[in-house]
Structure formats: structure tokens, C-alpha cells
């Protein structure tokens, strides 16, 4: 991944956010959580999963709940194939 990206669930209560570069859309809020990939994920059925690396701060800060199959592949560690 290049660079990162803020919660848009916690910039859209930010006000107003400081534009640090408006042809590139690249906003200042320092008090918001920042993402820069992804975690991907294996069920035990073979069902690959991948979320955005903010997923634990959408869970613990916006009360999000991610698919059932996504917790037991959370709960289950398997290996993704093709993964290091």
C-alpha cells in the first residue's frame, strides 16, 4: 500500500478538517485514526477474507461487527495460502 487513509467514520466529525493538499485531496486530522492496508484472512472452510487494517479500531470505536465467518477465521488462525 501506498501512504494511509483516515477513519472516514472520525473525519466526518472532525470540524472542519485542515486541507494539506486540495489537488490530491490529502486532509490533516491528526486526532483520527489512519489505515495503510490490509489484513487478509482464511476461514476453515477455505472462504478468504480481507479487511482494511483499521478493522479493530471500526470494531472498538464505531461498534462495527464484522461477518460471523470473518470472527471464526479471526478465532481459527488458519494459514491463507500463498501468504509469508
Known amino acids: 500500500m501506498r501512504g494511509y487513509h483516515y477513519c472516514q467514520f472520525c473525519q466526518a466529525a472532525v470540524e472542519p478538517p485542515r486541507v494539506i493538499r486540495a489537488d ?3 486532509y490533516e486530522a491528526p486526532d483520527v485514526a489512519r489505515g495503510n492496508g490490509e489484513i487478509w484472512l482464511t ?10 487494517a483499521l478493522i479493530g479500531h471500526y470494531v472498538e470505536e464505531h461498534r462495527y461487527l464484522p461477518p460471523d465467518g470473518f470472527i471464526e477465521a479471526v478465532r481459527s488462525g488458519v494459514s491463507t495460502p500463498g501468504v509469508a
Not at 476461514?43 to 482494511?52: C, L
Request: net charge neutral.
Open 43 to 52: 476461514g476453515a472452510d477455505g472462504t478468504n477474507f480481507a479487511a482494511p
Open 24 to 26: 490530491i485531496r490529502l
